[in-house]
């Protein structure tokens, strides 16, 4: 499953390789960027774009909600899908299709992702559940609004007696899980709000409605990505060849993120690496 809007030649490389094992890959393309794009994408076997695209902005809750639409459709197929790997646009697999299968074999029903509590191991996050935060609703004014709600209002409180946890939106889970999540939030709308009103919900949502389940035990904090955050920015670092070494020397089964306008030859450095 992956959510992107953006380098459709980058793309292709990254489906063929998703794909070369019989696997298949639902796209989600951010509703802002032209279709018509991927048309090549058309005479590909088991590639899917999902039907129901919206509109993402950064730190919204549209980054969910195009991630549990592309569940649904999944789902609707009636597939037996073991495993649902939630990807972005610039990411790369670091092992085989092959590997990757064996790995998940090897640990079935279980839920990779990163789920650190935000009370005290993620604390620099407990602004983002205490505040409200607009950034699902971008219009003119919205900051300044932001401003006075949270002057006048109190502090925000997770519903319930639930633990909050997370830090990267992408884990590698089981579609009974995805399944889980999407009938709490549908079955609980007053979740669902708390979460719209929460920056980088993405970061959030799927970590803790399972987390506060009877799925608790089966999840594991660990989300299967090298992600290199060394620059300390907003975003993690662009690899390149200068990070060639400690990509395929690494346990994990993906790594982000990459730009071919930047650096094209560590696709070719991994590939030869799998081969």
């Known amino acids: 499953m992956i959510l992107t809007h953006g380098k459709p030649d980058q793309l292709k490389r990254l489906v063929q390789k998703l794909t070369c094992d019989g696997d298949s890959v639902f796209i989600h393309v951010d509703l802002k960027t032209p279709i018509n794009e991927y048309d090549f994408f058309q005479s590909y076997p088991n590639v899917y774009f999902v039907q129901h695209r919206i509109k993402v902005y950064w730190g919204s809750y549209r980054m969910i909600q195009a991630t549990i639409n592309a569940c649904k459709e999944i789902i609707a197929t009636g597939i037996a899908f073991d495993y649902v790997n939630l990807l972005s646009g610039q990411d790369y697999p670091l092992k085989s299709g092959a590997y990757i299968h064996r790995f998940l074999e090897k640990n079935p029903g279980k839920a990779f992702m990163e789920f650190y509590r935000i009370s005290n191991e993620w604390t620099e996050a407990i602004p983002r559940l205490e505040k409200y935060h ?15 709600l949270n002057f006048l209002l109190p502090r925000r409180k997770l519903p319930g007696q639930w633990v909050a946890v997370g830090r990267s939106q992408w884990f590698t889970i089981t579609l009974q899980h995805a399944q889980y999540v999407i009938d709490y939030l549908e079955k609980h709308p007053r979740v669902k709000r708390f ?46 060849m200068q990070d060639a070494e400690m990509l395929v020397q690494s346990d994990k089964l993906f790594a982000r993120k990459f730009n071919n306008k930047i650096d094209e030859e560590i696709f070719n450095y991994i590939d030869m690496h799998i081969a």
């Open 195 to 240: 979460f719209q009103f929460t920056w980088g919900s993405d970061e959030f949502v799927f970590q803790t409605v399972l987390f506060n389940s009877p799925h608790k035990n089966e999840m594991v904090n660990n989300n299967l990505r090298y992600i290199d955050w060394s620059e300390k920015k907003a975003s993690p670092k662009t690899l390149t």
């Open 134 to 148: 607009l950034a699902n609703y971008p219009f003119k004014g919205a900051y300044q609004l932001e401003m006075f």
